[in-house]
């Protein structure tokens, strides 16, 4: 059962919750393929825990959907999920048809509006395996954190060094970026939560977001980029603000964090984030 620890001299957090060490590690996004039964493709749904949650025909637990969403078998909050992006276990946001993308972040308002209630819900998603994923099919995942647990998390910045517009929304580099070629996406509207997002505003966020990947992906295979992906082609994390203001923040991860950032909790960024929304701009 996961359990809260507080730091006895700061307001930080931590999360015990040693059952995730028994989460399965799909060998296929390393290096070596190894063949295996992916619990995320369709067919294998009887592999999953239960579906709470689908966009698509079918019935539960059963083929025919477009988007899925399973308990997490391995939680690290009480209220732990996991988004299914698609019955391809090869494509993801930068690769997939942009309705699918306005569905998974439809399936993403849906379980915020569902859990609100229930405390801090935070969704995010990890590409790759050295940006924290285990199994290769695309997915993200829900937690939901008591509102009583103090969230060491950043608040809106603003914007500036403009990758793109989009309808209402900006996809930018904030001057704050602590990540080489971190991208943020926001409402130019202030004052939502995700879940005030509105169906009509889905696309526009998909073709921000569907874009943004894209373009980093390109950038990190440039020459004009300093250094390489780590391990893989291109891994990502993003996550979903999950107060007022929302934002969708955007890491791909190109450097490890090292001695001097755990020590001292500064970032050192080694892209300015000025010439790394004209890199992106130039995509």
């Excluded at 048809?97 to 935070?122: C, H, K, M, W």
């Excluded at 998390?153 to 080489?180: M, R």
Aim: hydrophobic content about 35%; aromatic content about 10%.
């Amino acid at each position: 059962m996961p359990s809260y620890i507080p730091d006895t001299h700061t307001k930080r957090w931590v999360v015990l919750a040693p059952d995730r060490q028994s989460r399965p590690h799909d060998e296929t996004i390393s290096e070596i393929p190894v063949p295996r039964v992916c619990p995320f493709c369709a067919g294998n749904e009887h592999l999953t825990p239960p579906e709470v949650y689908r966009i698509g025909e079918g019935t539960p637990d059963g083929p025919g959907w477009h988007v899925r969403v399973v308990p997490n078998k391995y939680p690290i909050t009480d209220i732990h999920e996991v988004i299914i992006h698609s019955p391809s276990c090869e494509h993801d946001i930068e690769s997939l048809p942009e309705e699918q993308v306005v569905r998974i972040l439809t399936a993403y308002r849906d379980r915020y509006r569902f859990y609100s209630a229930n405390g801090q819900v935070i969704i995010f998603c990890n590409h790759g395996l050295a940006a924290g994923a285990s199994l290769k099919h695309p997915h993200s995942q829900l937690v939901v954190v008591p509102k009583q647990i103090a969230l060491d998390a950043l608040s809106i910045e603003p914007v500036t060094n403009i990758v793109a517009k989009q309808g209402a929304f900006v996809a930018y580099c904030p001057s704050f970026s602590q990540w080489p070629l971190e991208t943020w996406i926001a409402p130019n509207k202030p004052g939502m939560t995700f879940g005030d997002m509105k169906d009509q505003d889905f696309p526009d966020v998909a073709i921000l977001l569907q874009k943004t990947l894209q373009s980093m992906s390109s950038v990190m295979q440039s020459k004009e980029f300093p250094m390489k992906p780590i391990g893989e082609q291109f891994l990502y994390n993003y996550y979903i603000y999950h107060g007022v203001n929302w934002f969708i923040r955007i890491i791909p991860r190109t450097i490890h964090r090292a001695g001097f950032e755990l020590g001292s909790g500064l970032s050192v960024n080694v892209v300015n984030p000025e010439d790394a929304a004209i890199m992106l701009r130039n995509r």
